[in-house]
Nanobody, 126 residues
Framework: EVQLVESGGGLVQPGESLRLSCEAS????????IGWFRQAPGKEREGVSC????????YYKPSVLGRFTSVLDNTKTTVFLQMNSLKPEDTAVYYC???????????????????WGKGTLVTVSS
């Protein structure tokens, strides 16, 4: 059975860091794109990052560029989202998702995701 399980969310103060994990079971991330998405209360879900497992190339939403880093581990079963300098506007439920490997001139595309995790809540508040 294919499963994605996120972990690592929690309550932090502005400026602090968190590392989210997305662990795959039943398959590996090889030859896929892995996306991190988030949904804040009352808002639509948005893409945060999209990582290509073929070359590690990653697209980041402009508001997180330079603060967030998505990394695929060597086993290709876990993806991490390192989030630094967190802001209150980063508060959301964070989801990971996996889809077929799609590349564009702008980078990897996370537009047709096949599997989703259930999410982990990140709250940034003082």
């Amino acid at each position: 059975e294919v499963q994605l399980v996120e972990s690592g969310g929690g309550l932090v103060q502005p400026g602090e860091s968190l590392r989210l994990s997305c662990e795959a079971s039943g398959f590996t991330f090889d030859n896929h794109v892995i996306g991190w998405f988030r949904q804040a209360p009352g808002k639509e879900r948005e893409g945060v990052s999209c990582l290509s497992s073929s070359d590690g190339n990653t697209y980041y939403k402009p508001s997180v560029l330079g603060r967030f880093t998505s990394v695929l581990d060597n086993t290709k079963t876990t993806v991490f989202l390192q989030m630094n300098s967190l802001k209150p506007e980063d508060t959301a439920v964070y989801y990971c998702a996996v889809g077929p490997l799609k590349l564009s001139i702008a980078g990897p595309l996370c537009t047709d995701m096949d599997y989703w995790g259930k999410g982990t809540l990140v709250t940034v508040s003082s």
